[in-house]
């Protein structure tokens, strides 16, 4: 039985290989052997474009494969997590942002330094990961989840750069794209040599790695140097990486794929992984490369090679979740203490009323204008309210929604870290407002908010129904949230890459704006924020009890099933209304409950409504530095409200844990 | 109508701003005061004696575009994608020119003042013809369609000029370019502006299809092996990698066109531009075609 299995799997892999061998052939025939003679001149050029052009570019994808392919490998081994990759640990992202810092600031310095500068920026991501993760003892949820903050803000950062000096950098998205069209063997020798020299590491450090795999006070008793060897393979991992991304751009999923496909197919020794899932990864690129070219038009390649290895990874992703054995995966006991509880709630609540009421008196009256920072008064003010009046009221709605949506689906999954941005909500209402805008020609407001509400409950539904096979644990909810949320930024990734209209209109809203706002959106948000929110103070009593476990829940009689899908049913709509005008990615949700609850809110409805005036707040204040700090040039919102966000998330990542230990 | 009373409130908008001397160059003949969203109605207006009270990114419009010249007392109005609605509004204008490719913004701009939507990049069709309607179309929004038709008529009889400068001088096809890095380039095809105008100068494009423009990549420079008799125009930005990596790139030095020394890097000019991009590129094209010996690139 497990013999044929291993010849059925040895097949499949036969099979695909020969499938990309033969869309090479195909490239490299088109030029060896022309249909129709060619004159001597155009013939010689064929064969400088054979050897310059489509041999590096098989070439580079089978070596950059493979060096993301061990990279993952690494990653996974050495911090006992099999999500951990080049791109869910934010190295990706660091090096784009490092590259396009250098790229604004310093271009004489990338003319010599570009490795350098990507390695820089993977480095510094990953080490702001492990810092922030260290004290859980780099549990892989925390770190994934981490590496997703990292990633978002950097990615975050690289926009703001852009829009801020009004330059559409073309070679930035591109990159973001990962293209592999080649002109020279550089970059194939490039990555080749790391790989040697990575591949060396890897062989030489097979014992420890092994040994790595068991937990720390395993592997110390063993007499390994626990903490410089893991950072020693961390840092070859990344400079595997890194060097993939300066050489091509950002390149999904391979590395994370590469090694859980190695797994599945029967590599079971660290020998045999560390042969397999380079090779796995080579094979993957290779043929997604071939793919691509194959489906290319006489005018181009309408998806770069970076984004369509996504798009394949990401479904792959979810399929393998739920077999994936997690190995040692630790439950998340991060439940943080009940805290201490205020005896006087209501007075906190009338206190975050108020100061969400000065951070509103601030965005309306205080801006810049052309002649510097002002204090608007009188007529002016009159004039100038008739803008920021919607910007901030729909700022204030769509933060009260997404702390609410954020409060519900911590409530119910009992997970402290859940929240919509980091469960894929936020992005699942982006592709489906990405179907609206492709398939009906001008949509209109009720469209894309019915769109992107349907995207968004999908999304939940879809992750609910995976989650649901292993039960509802708390673990699995999360990686699918991160699953999902990765495919539809691949889908959104893809799109945006096409550059027509509607990718344009998708990068403005990725980044959340609230310029377009006008009364009639105000208003709206408002109503829509007030009747969703009328619900909470029915739901308090199953956010009581729903925490304590679902024996207890069907103990006191409560239909927990149904109380779940009304509550994520709920959490949705909030999350759509409120993404449609603010973007995906803010992290107000995640962080707006636990300010609440650390105030000394613990009830589930004081606890909502303190949660949803922080959100609202925070979002006002955000809204309110994006259209100020760089006038009359307008940041992104989701960069200032992930801004504010960050350094709480860091905190609470690391305070937890010194309690639980 | 209510002239005065809106200098009054002007005025007293002005100097809250903290800027007691809003321009007053925006009032054309007129009367009216012009805000320019799109970069091609902004062309257009200073190509027709308007000076705009407001336009947008006018950083990147003085390094990209050049010419038009815009004086000093223009506002800046931040992104075209996000334009800033309260520095617009302050700025007083009562008519914006915007395009297709802003109708998303529309609402907001009308609440500001009335707009004129000046298409010229519309998929598939020749833009010469609707940047020359542009002009036309804003002319009589302005009054100013005598000046309008002098610019029209001015426009293309320069472009015959110089076409006729080039006749015979310039036998082979002719390809305008853009680097996205030393990989990629985005090709112009018909459909662009600078198609049109080669085709006005009686030269021959190169590359037949449509325009590549977009943000993804589009072509690898692999592609201009195809075209093995082609002079290639390359159209700023060029990047100093972009330089550096064309300088290494062994299948870049093997094209025709670099061994033969036919690419000629021209100076920056608007890639979506109205009449004055158009007369600007035609200039450019011929001076470069004309140089006796082109430069390999830089």
Not at chain 1, 69 to 91: D, K, M, Y
Not at chain 1, 282 to 306: C, H, K, N, S
Not at chain 1, 486 to 492: G, T
Not at chain 1, 629 to 649: D, E, N
Request: charged share 15%; hydrophobic share 55%.
């Amino acid at each position: 039985m497990a013999e044929r299995v291993g010849v059925n799997r040895i097949l499949l892999w036969s099979g695909l290989a020969l499938a990309a061998a033969l869309l090479s052939i195909r490239q490299i025939a088109g030029h060896a052997a022309p249909a129709i003679p060619l004159p001597p001149d155009v013939a010689a050029l064929d064969g400088v474009i054979l050897y310059h052009s489509v041999l590096p570019r098989i070439a580079v994808a089978l070596v950059a494969g493979a060096a993301l392919g061990l990279s993952g490998l690494l990653l996974q081994r050495v911090l006992r997590n099999p999500l951990a990759e080049p791109s869910t640990l934010g190295v990706s992202a660091g090096a784009q942002l490092a590259l396009t810092l250098g790229m604004l600031y310093a271009p004489a310095l990338m003319d010599h330094a570009r490795e350098g500068m990507a390695l820089a920026g993977g480095l510094a991501a990953v080490g702001l990961i492990l810092a922030m993760t260290w004290r859980r003892g780099l549990e892989p949820v925390a770190v994934v989840l981490a590496g997703m903050m990292v990633a978002l803000t950097a990615t975050m950062g690289s926009a703001a750069l852009i829009l801020a000096n009004g330059e559409y950098l073309f070679s930035i998205f591109l990159w973001g794209g990962g293209a592999l069209a080649q002109q020279s063997w550089g970059p194939t020798l490039t990555i080749a040599l790391r790989l040697l020299i990575g591949a060396g590491a890897a062989f030489l450090l097979m014992r420890p790695l092994a040994i790595l795999g068991l937990d720390d006070a395993s592997a110390r008793s063993l007499g390994v140097a626990l903490n410089a060897t893991r950072f020693g393979v961390i840092g070859v991992a990344v400079w595997l990486a890194a060097s993939v991304t300066a050489e091509v751009g950002v390149i999904g999923f391979v590395g994370l794929a590469a090694p859980a496909l190695a797994h599945l197919s029967g590599a079971r020794t660290q020998g045999q992984r560390l042969v397999a899932a380079p090779l796995i990864g080579a094979l993957l690129l290779w043929l997604t490369d071939g793919l691509v070219q194959l489906l290319a038009g006489v005018d181009g390649e309408r998806v770069p090679t970076g984004a369509a290895t996504a798009l394949l990874g990401g479904p792959l992703l979810l399929w393998l979740l739920p077999r994936l054995r997690m190995f040692e995966w630790p439950s998340l006991n991060s439940r943080p203490a009940p805290s201490r509880r205020s005896p006087h709630p209501y007075r906190l609540i009338a206190l975050f009323a108020v100061l969400g009421a000065v951070a509103v008196g601030l965005a309306l009256t205080v801006g810049t204008g052309p002649g510097g920072w002002t204090l608007s008064t009188g007529p002016l003010l009159d004039t100038l309210l008739g803008w920021r009046g919607p910007r901030v009221a729909v700022a204030a709605a769509a933060g009260a929604m997404l702390a609410a949506a954020g409060m519900l689906l911590q409530r119910v999954t009992a997970n402290p870290l859940a929240s919509p941005e980091i469960l894929g909500v936020g992005t699942g209402a982006g592709v489906g407002l990405t179907a609206a805008l492709f398939l009906v020609t001008a949509p209109g407001f009720g469209v894309q908010l019915a769109a992107s509400a349907a995207g968004a409950v999908l999304t939940l539904a879809a992750m609910l129904a995976l989650s649901l096979r292993a039960g509802f644990g708390p673990e699995r909810l999360l990686l699918a949230g991160i699953a999902m949320s990765a495919l539809c930024s691949a889908v959104l990734t893809a799109v945006i890459a096409t550059g027509s209209p509607q990718a344009f209109a998708l990068l403005r809203w990725l980044s959340g704006s609230t310029n377009e706002a006008g009364p009639g959106d105000a208003w709206f948000c408002i109503g829509v924020a007030m009747l969703l929110l009328a619900t909470l103070p029915l739901t308090a009593k199953w956010l009581e009890i729903l925490p304590l476990g679902d024996v207890t829940a069907r103990a006191v009689g409560l239909p927990v099933r149904r109380c779940r899908v009304l509550l994520v049913l709920l959490a949705g709509l909030l999350t759509a209304a409120a993404a449609l005008f603010v973007g995906p990615l803010s992290f107000i949700g995640l962080i707006a409950p636990h300010l609440a609850r650390l105030a000394g809110l613990g009830r589930p409805l004081q606890q909502g409504i303190g949660a949803v005036l922080i959100g609202a707040g925070l979002m006002v204040v955000s809204d309110w530095l994006a259209r100020t700090v760089a006038f009359p040039y307008q940041l992104p919102l989701g960069l200032f409200a992930a801004l504010l966000a960050g350094p709480y998330l860091v905190w609470l990542l690391g305070r937890s844990e010194a309690r639980s230990r | 109508m209510t002239g005065r009373a809106t200098i009054t409130r002007r005025r007293v908008l002005g100097l809250a701003a903290g800027s007691a001397l809003l321009p007053r160059l925006g009032r054309a003949e007129s009367g009216r005061r012009v805000a320019a969203i799109d970069w091609a109605g902004l062309e257009t207006a200073l190509a027709l004696g308007i000076v705009p009270v407001a336009a947008t990114e006018l950083i990147q419009f003085r390094k990209t575009v050049v010419e038009p010249e815009v004086p000093d007392s223009v506002i800046d109005l931040g992104l075209r994608g996000s334009p800033n609605y309260e520095a617009l509004t302050l700025a007083e204008p009562d008519l914006i020119l915007t395009s297709n490719y802003y109708e998303g913004q529309r609402a907001s701009l009308e609440r500001v003042a009335d707009t004129l939507s000046l298409p010229i990049y519309r998929p598939g069709v020749p833009p010469y013809r609707l940047a020359a309607e542009a002009a036309l179309t804003l002319g009589r929004a302005l009054d100013r369609e005598a000046e309008a038709r002098a610019v029209v008529a001015g426009a293309g009889a320069e472009i015959a000029r110089l076409g006729e400068s080039l006749s015979g001088a310039v036998r082979r096809p002719v390809l305008a370019i853009n680097f996205g890095d030393a990989r990629h380039v985005r090709a112009f095809g018909d459909d662009s502006m600078f198609g049109a105008v080669l085709q006005r100068l009686g030269l021959r494009n190169a590359w037949a299809s449509q325009s590549s423009y977009s943000a993804a990549a589009p072509l690898g420079i692999e592609a201009l092996a195809r075209m093995p008799d082609a002079i290639a125009i390359v159209v700023p930005p060029l990047p100093s990698d972009v330089v550096r990596g064309l300088d290494d790139s062994a299948l870049w030095q093997a094209l025709p066109m670099v061994r033969e020394k036919r690419v000629s890097v021209i100076e920056p000019v608007n890639h979506f531009g109205g009449l004055p991009a158009a007369l600007r590129f035609a200039r450019l094209v011929t001076a470069a075609l004309l140089r006796p010996e082109s430069v390999r690139h830089g």
